[in-house]
């Protein structure tokens, strides 16, 4: 069955600021080997879509530096479907949205591959073999997640547990929260519990068909969106006012936590959800991840410096992360990254 | 005995590295109170000097800087007088100039009385009953070093262990070296040991006579640096070649340890030796130094943030410094600010 790739890039990423703003999004941010998550989701996506057609849905400000970023990649190739969000609204709109534009512009016999673009995958051909095994649970009209088998007892993830065998996948006993440290240890230890990775596949029919029965006002709010959007090319604005009427919830409560029909690849890749500095210093090589030349340590150990330009020093410090952009300045204990967002709060609150 | 006071300014300062750099030195800092330490050391010269000269010791390229702070602190009606060095050379070489220009233009019926520029004194009462009782010394033709009653245990300090009273001070048995904080303790618990303050009370004859005996080729050298030197107008630079050649040690060494005549007296007044951002962080009333408006605190505590405009975050931390300047940025454990300097170093090596 064709594959047609849905990536996800609408977030604001509040826990990489302040790199990551909403002027700037994390998918623009180069990563330490110098190439965006846009650009490393993209590479994915064209790789599925063997010269298909692509769906990016993003927000609209965000439309020119996308479609920037992909004429940089030399993705002319493949037909581009842009949809656009007025506001962010979680990835059930988002999601329910290009679902509907997909079935009734390519109909039904189509797999969409949910992509967001926060995510980094190296291991391209066991993606991809995951990949096979989700298209297939998707064609017996399965709505697929991806697992990841998990390589430790991370907390800041949630996991899937996994029943009975289907076809090449798992039937879906439950979805459960980041855990504790000792459960996530029960957890990898039992074998019978993956990483939820965000990445879906579905045929619009069987995600649409879901929709109806459990999600009923979010699927008409959708549907009565996309009536109201001008839709003749492949640059598609949602029309701002119903889609603003649409329930901003994540598609994990929306659709696969209820649905009946879901199963679970189990994906035997490294897989990185780059969604704080934590996960990002893990992929620098070395201690200064910036340039080391604009670097100083002095009596300091496990610290990743991320200067733009200007002269960082650390004296006498540890397990720091150090985030330095021209309009502000991080500093972060390593284990606290996830509380990068109350800083955007903070700021929020104050004007 | 009519006083005139001897500004030290020629330092670098590289332990407050970065806002006190090569071009911008520690005594044109702003304190946390926001005045700098040139104008609260020109404040106590001024205070004591009763409208008489004052002589100030500083680099050359320093000179402009001080006499635009002199002349913001509206310092016009003291004569003043500049003695400008090539290069850095440490105090010996700077204080014995210093008394051997004063033994010839001002005579040696006058007390000079050192003040480093990096010194913060509250107390000026109690600073003035200090010098009242030094100059009484120095009138009898001693040596005298201001000692300071401590108020911890302090190991970021020398000491001066007092011997048997003489006059209004006490004769010194001996200086010590900064002490471990259990050699501290005892020394506190002991009454027999003042902090070395740095500063000094001395009339030209006595200071020129020790150093003839015990610093012989120091004074020699000064001598015929100074009459190397065009000494017409009131700013003075020393002869660059022979001032070259006099030896960098400080006057504790070249001096005060070694001559016969050397006491001390005891103020009883707070005296901070502002050479680190410990001691700067001690000033500030409260955890954000600099603008509270631009800096953001989660989950941290025991900060001290100097900033210059720019928003500074900080996430799960404490007991950190941190200086942010347009040039360079540093963070700094809180007990290991004397290490800094070791940034300076690693810079000049990499030049």
């Not at 996994?162 to 929260?177: H, K, N, Q, R």
Request: one cysteine or more.
């Amino acid at each position: 069955m064709k594959i047609v790739p849905v990536i996800l890039s609408g977030g604001a990423g509040t826990r990489l600021w302040p790199e990551s703003r909403k002027s700037f999004p994390k998918p623009f941010m180069a990563m330490p080997d110098g190439e965006t998550l846009i650009e490393k989701t993209l590479a994915r996506a064209r790789a599925l879509a063997d010269g298909g057609p692509i769906i990016t849905v993003t927000n609209q400000h965000y439309h020119q530096l996308t479609h920037d970023a992909y004429e940089n990649a030399e993705a002319h190739s493949n037909r581009h479907i842009f949809l656009l969000e007025p506001e962010a609204r979680n990835t059930a709109p988002a999601i329910t949205m290009a679902a509907a534009w997909a079935s009734e512009a390519l109909g039904d016999d189509v797999c969409l591959v949910i992509l967001p673009s926060d995510h980094l995958i190296a291991d391209v051909a066991n993606f991809r073999a995951a990949t096979d095994k989700a298209t297939e649970l998707a064609a017996a009209g399965q709505l697929v997640t991806y697992g990841i088998k998990p390589s430790r007892p991370e907390t800041g993830y949630g996991y899937i547990k996994a029943a009975a065998p289907l076809l090449s996948g798992f039937a879906v006993d439950s979805f459960v929260e980041k855990p504790d440290l000792k459960t996530a240890e029960g957890y990898v230890a039992s074998g019978n519990y993956l990483w939820n990775s965000g990445m879906f596949c579905f045929t619009p029919g069987s995600f649409l068909k879901a929709a109806d029965e459990i999600a009923t006002e979010l699927l008409a709010g959708a549907r009565a969106c996309l009536a109201a959007t001008e839709c003749s090319d492949d640059t598609i604005t949602f029309d701002r006012d119903s889609f603003g009427e649409l329930q901003a919830i994540s598609v994990d409560y929306a659709i696969f936590e209820r649905a009946t029909n879901v199963s679970v690849v189990a994906g035997d890749f490294d897989w990185n959800d780059v969604g704080s500095w934590q996960a990002i210093s893990d992929l620098a090589a070395s201690d200064a991840g910036g340039s080391v030349q604009d670097t100083v340590l002095v009596d300091s150990e496990n610290v990743y410096v991320r200067n733009s330009g200007r002269l960082v020093a650390l004296v006498g410090v540890s397990n720091l992360i150090v985030v330095d952009t021209p309009e502000a300045l991080l500093i972060c204990d390593r284990s606290k990254t996830q509380q990068v967002k109350d800083v955007v709060e903070k700021l929020k609150e104050r004007q």
